[in-house]
C-alpha cells in the first residue's frame, strides 16, 4: 500500500487546520491559484512550499499545489466542518452521479479519466466545482497520493477509480438499469 510521506501528511494536517480554526485568509490566498497553473500563484507560496521536499519536486510540487487550491475551493463557505471520505475520485463522482440522477456526471468522469497530465489541473478545478456544489466530499489524501501515480504508464490509477465509479452497477445486466 502507497502511504502519504511525511511531508504530504503535514500538508493535508494543515489544510484541514485552516478549516478547523477558520483561517478563511489563508484559505482565501490558497484559492487565488485556481485559474492558475500549479505553482504559479504567489499567494500559495508560503503555505505550500514549507511542506515539499527539496528532492522531490517537478510533478509532486505541481500536485501539493494543485491539492492545497483544491482543497481550499472546497471548503469555501462551509466554516469550520471537516468532512471525512473515504474512497478515491471514482468513489466520490458515483455519489455525485447517484446523488444528481445528471448522465452528463458519467461524462464529465470519462474526460477526467482521459485527462493527460497538462490538462489534468483544469479538468480537476471543474469536477471538484462540481462536487462541492452538490456537496459531495473528496479524500484529500487519496487524491494526494492518486495524482503524483497519475501518469504511470499501467494507468492504474486509472483503473481504480473506473471500478470506484462503476462498480455500483456492474451488477446490472445489459440493457438493464440500476436505480
Known amino acids: 500500500m502507497i502511504k502519504l510521506t511525511p511531508s504530504q501528511e503535514k500538508l493535508i494536517h494543515y489544510l484541514e487546520a485552516l478549516v478547523r480554526h477558520e483561517e478563511v485568509g489563508r484559505l482565501a490566498g490558497l484559492r487565488r491559484g485556481v485559474n492558475k497553473p500549479p505553482g504559479l ?8 512550499v514549507p511542506f515539499l521536499e527539496s528532492d522531490r519536486l517537478g510533478w509532486v510540487e505541481e500536485v501539493a499545489y494543485l491539492v492545497a487550491v483544491l482543497f481550499a475551493m472546497w471548503h469555501q463557505g ?5 468532512v471525512p471520505m473515504s474512497g478515491d475520485l471514482g468513489r466520490s463522482f458515483r455519489d455525485l452521479a447517484s446523488e444528481t440522477g445528471s448522465e452528463s456526471v458519467e461524462k464529465r468522469f470519462v474526460g477526467l479519466l482521459k485527462s493527460r497530465p497538462a490538462a489534468l489541473p483544469h479538468r480537476l478545478r471543474h469536477a471538484v466545482g462540481l462536487l462541492k456544489t452538490n456537496d459531495v466530499p473528496v479524500n484529500w489524501r487519496k487524491l494526494i497520493l492518486d495524482l503524483q501515480n497519475w501518469s504511470h504508464p499501467d494507468r492504474f490509477i486509472q483503473r481504480r477509480w473506473a471500478r470506484s465509479f462503476w462498480a455500483a452497477s456492474s451488477a446490472a445486466s445489459p440493457g438493464e438499469t440500476t436505480e
Open 78 to 82: 462551509r466554516g469550520p466542518r471537516l
Open 41 to 48: 500563484a504567489p499567494e500559495a507560496y508560503s503555505q505550500v
